[in-house]
């Protein structure tokens, strides 16, 4: 993998799930070296939280493994109102800015999914804008829709596929039981994956919206399809362990969107390297 990459940049840009998959790789390959000392952090912890932006730099094959914070893929801007209520709406039109940061990677795999099941966002109440109309009411369906074709026209305008790789990773389940994980959903004590395939989720909506985008696009995307495969896994999650030193107490909010490493997201770089490896002497 670190010699597909050589003197390259590869980019993950998007939600937390795209981040798991992002340390999944980054200590996948630094197990692989003997020596580590010469892989370096690019920024630090705090830089990583308020600005969104963590980066490892392998100097001995010139390359670099980055994380973009970006959710929704679109803008969200944050305001007071005229009475001095903070606002927000999501630009639906807008590519979030952190663009600038990643638009000349050699490889970048988005996503987005999982922050388009909140709360606000199935209200869709005076939330979604395009240009200067803030929507009353805009189901989420549609407003996904909308920053989808945002993106995949940002993509076709804006990305060289003769020079940039461009992959879009698909939504990866969750497995809460009895709520979800700000009301009292759990998945501990789950230590078997399913086996029987009536127990597993309706494909989510959101991957047959992004197929058909992606179809429409002249820009090659290539598509890891990873939502049934993580469906299976209902054991595969932080649950109450996600932070060990912490103390079990009797309805701690749990877990059970993100995945536990070495654990299920090394399958999804997996993914990744064989679509790399069997395109290698075109990319190298």
């Known amino acids: 993998m670190l010699e ?39 920024s630090g912890r705090r830089e990583f939280k308020t600005q969104g932006f963590y980066s490892f730099y392998f100097q001995e094959f010139n390359s670099s493994i ?5 959710p929704f893929l679109v803008q969200e801007l944050r305001f007071f109102d005229k009475d001095g209520n903070p606002r927000e709406t999501l630009r639906l039109d807008m590519m979030q800015d952190s663009y600038r940061k990643y638009f000349d990677a050699d490889i970048i795999i988005f996503n ?82 399913i086996t029987n395939e009536t127990y597993l989720s309706p494909y989510p909506w959101m991957m047959s919206i992004l197929e058909s985008i992606i179809a429409e696009m002249k820009t090659p995307v290539f598509y890891l399809n990873i939502t049934r ?32 490493l070495p654990g299920v997201p090394d399958s999804w770089n997996q993914l990744l390297f064989a679509t790399l490896l069997s395109s290698y002497e075109t990319f190298s």
């Open 4 to 42: 597909i990459i050589k003197g390259k940049r590869l980019v993950f840009v998007g939600d937390s799930l795209n981040r798991n998959m992002w340390e999944s790789l980054i200590c996948s390959l630094k197990q692989s070296l003997a020596n580590t000392s010469r892989i370096l952090q690019v």
């Open 66 to 70: 980055d994380f973009i914070r970006s």
């Open 112 to 193: 987005t999914g999982h922050w388009w099941t909140h709360q606000k966002i199935k209200k869709g109440t005076d939330y979604f804008q395009e240009g200067n109309q803030v929507y009353n009411k805009l189901e989420a369906v549609d407003a996904y829709t909308k920053a989808l074709r945002t993106w995949a026209q940002w993509v076709d305008s804006n990305i060289k596929s003769n020079q940039t790789r461009v992959f879009f990773s698909g939504f990866a389940a969750s497995h809460f039981k009895g709520g979800q994980w700000n009301s009292g959903g759990s998945c501990d004590g789950e230590t078997k994956p």
């Open 229 to 260: 495969m993580t469906d299976y896994r209902k054991d595969g999650h932080p649950s109450i362990f996600r932070v060990p030193e912490m103390q079990r107490k009797p309805g701690m909010i749990q877990d059970c969107s993100h995945w536990c």
